[in-house]
């Protein structure tokens, strides 16, 4: 039976489709590309690796073009966004992101292949994400490229949409659960955070209707603290577990408001690291991913990169 006969579970227009044999089909999205010794823009270097085999864990490495063998490089642990159910490490949109953000912020990073909804609802990608994290702190000597020339002493994670939701609750598991071998997390940055913090916003329907989707037995629903980490039975925000957090909001986004509130009540929790808002005019929601060669585009992966360097 064609996809075109099967009946429909639940459909996203657009999005997602799933049908009532529990098969797939994912409508919104960029091909999955491989991995590149040097790339022809960038000179950044990249290969697939796995995490865990247990798990299947997989993720893409990326290493700028090293200008001495003796300097120790930042590394950053990255999570694609994708509404926690679309996307990849893999695609074309992330591989281009990455090598441009590698190469302009002299960093390796390390995008994580986490599971993806349906198939697996959350919380299979914060599990993973932690994971991948804790591989990345555990001095992995098999792995060259980091045992040569990562410095753990500036750990950063960060992420786009739902990546910048995990990136936020990463952050706070870091603050109660130390990471393996002692590594601390330097900094973070949270790009366009998908949350939810407001009721029945019209323009924010199909964002509520995608978490019941991809986490349907969250403790708290739409209150889930996961979700919503302004609300009242959250954890207080000083307890992120890092020294630097750095959230992007876009003018035009739709969850640009939640961004900035989250800013806010950052600064206002008592977190005694630095926490900076960076805004761009006149774009929408992960505008510099899909076209990265635009100024503001250009001007974003610079900011980024400039806080990766600090």
């Known amino acids: 039976m064609s996809s075109t006969e099967k009946e429909v579970k639940v459909e996203f227009p657009g999005l997602i489709r799933v049908f009532k044999d529990g098969s797939v089909e994912r409508l919104f999205g960029s091909p999955h590309v491989p991995p590149t010794l040097e790339d022809p823009k960038t000179g950044v270097s990249s290969k697939d690796i796995t995490i865990s085999t247990e798990k299947n864990l ?12 003796n300097k120790k490089l930042p590394i950053l642990v990255y999570f694609h966004g994708g509404g926690f159910c679309l996307e990849s490490a893999f695609s074309l949109i992330d591989h281009r992101y990455m090598n441009n953000l590698s190469s302009q912020a002299q960093v390796i990073v390390l995008s994580v292949e986490y599971r993806l909804a349906p ?102 629903g739409l ?3 996961m979700i919503n980490p302004l609300g009242g039975g959250a954890p207080s925000l000083s307890g992120i577990g890092c020294s630097r957090v750095f959230v992007v909001v876009a003018e035009k986004d739709e ?5 900035v509130r989250y800013y806010e009540s950052v600064k206002k929790s008592g977190f005694e690291g630095i926490v900076e808002l960076f805004e761009v005019v006149g774009e929408g929601h992960c505008f510099h991913a899909f076209n990265p060669d635009s100024d503001n585009a250009k001007v974003l992966i610079q900011r980024l990169a400039s806080f990766l360097q600090k």
């Open 58 to 69: 997989l993720a893409r490495l990326y290493l700028p073009k090293l200008t001495t063998t």
């Open 119 to 220: 198939e697996h609802p959350l919380p299979a990608a914060y599990e993973d994400c932690w994971t991948a994290l804790n591989w990345v702190a555990s001095y992995p000597t098999d792995e060259p490229w980091i045992a040569n020339h990562a410095d753990l002493d500036a750990l950063f994670i960060g992420g786009d949409s739902a990546g910048a939701n995990i990136v936020h609750n990463i952050a706070m598991k870091a603050g109660q659960e130390s990471l393996k071998c002692g590594v601390k997390i330097l900094g973070a940055f949270l790009s366009h955070p998908y949350f939810l913090d407001e009721k029945s916003v019209p323009e924010l329907e199909m964002a509520y209707k995608i978490w019941e989707f991809v986490y349907p037995n969250a403790a708290g």
């Open 223 to 225: 209150d889930s603290y």
């Open 255 to 259: 969850l640009r408001d939640s961004g």
